[in-house]
């Protein structure tokens, strides 16, 4: 099952998606993955075909400023949470996807929920992969430093950051050629570079964690809580906690899997997610 790459624009913002189809008649539910810093819709190469091939139409749009989507100057995007939410909002609505499943992984996979929370109609259910959940994250100092004063600046601006944060955070080397295509937005713009700064700057964690952790303890509808033991930067007690707060979720823990599982680990994650997307 081939996964095809897609452009549209949407209020002025060009957005590139990748889309697998499902496989004969179905009436699944689509599935909609959006992936964390630093990384692109490309995490989820291998988890697309899979949910395809069980009649699960998957969606993996780049986030406005990473991969291959639009790069705007911050005079025309805040890169801000609130910015994202909007955008994710019209995207949605140009795809016209009338109710869906979420998977969500990583810094950036907040917003999400967020918007979850502020469109619950739109939401079938929830996979949660190793996605800052609770008032106790932290942006890891990793992440941190590519946000600093005339530092930031430089770091921003090295390819090899992809290198360094995809393989820091995941514990295991990530094959060339899958880096290649990483790395290829920062190589061809130093647009890729402001964009992941400002991001980083204006993330506002403290604050959408705050409107996460209250905003779920009334969440009914089904959520899957997937998460690698191992993540040097999200414990294990954090999705613990989080699932013992929220109504209906269930947790998986998955030995010697990182901050990246969908990276290296597709076969244990589809596992469990493939039945749950068939629920709905």
Do not use: C
């Not at 570079?193 to 964690?205: E, W």
């Amino acid at each position: 099952m081939s996964i095809t790459e897609h452009k549209i624009t949407v209020d002025s913002l060009e957005w590139f998606y990748r889309q697998a189809e499902p496989v004969g008649e179905s009436d699944l539910l689509p599935v909609l993955l959006l992936h964390g810093l630093v990384s692109q819709s490309y995490s989820w190469r291998n988890i697309m075909p899979e949910l395809a091939q069980q009649g699960t139409k998957a969606i993996a749009p780049d986030w406005i400023g990473f991969g291959f989507s639009a790069k705007p100057e911050k005079r025309d995007f805040a890169y801000t949470p609130e910015a994202y939410i909007k955008a994710l909002s019209s995207f949605i609505e140009a795809l016209e996807l009338e109710r869906f499943s979420l998977v969500v992984q990583g810094f950036l996979g907040s917003v999400g929920l967020q918007y979850a929370l502020r469109n619950p109609d739109k939401i079938a259910n929830i996979i949660i992969l190793n996605t800052p959940i609770l008032s106790t994250a932290k942006l890891p100092w990793k992440i941190q430093q590519m946000g600093l004063p005339f530092a930031g600046e430089m770091m921003t601006q090295d390819p090899l950051l992809v290198d360094r944060t995809l393989e820091g955070g995941s514990r295991y080397v990530v094959k060339d050629e899958d880096l290649d295509i990483y790395r290829k937005p920062f190589l061809k713009a130093s647009a890729t570079g402001r964009s992941l700064l400002a991001t980083i700057r204006n993330l506002d964690l403290k604050k959408a964690m705050a409107e996460i952790e209250s905003g779920f303890k009334q969440w009914e509808k089904p959520i899957l809580i997937q998460w690698g033991k191992t993540d040097p930067w999200l414990s294990l007690d954090m999705a613990e906690n989080f699932a013992n707060s929220v109504p209906d979720a269930q947790i998986v823990k998955l030995n010697d899997v990182a901050h990246y599982p969908q990276e290296h680990h597709h076969e244990v994650i589809l596992k469990d997610l493939l039945p749950f997307v068939r629920k709905s």
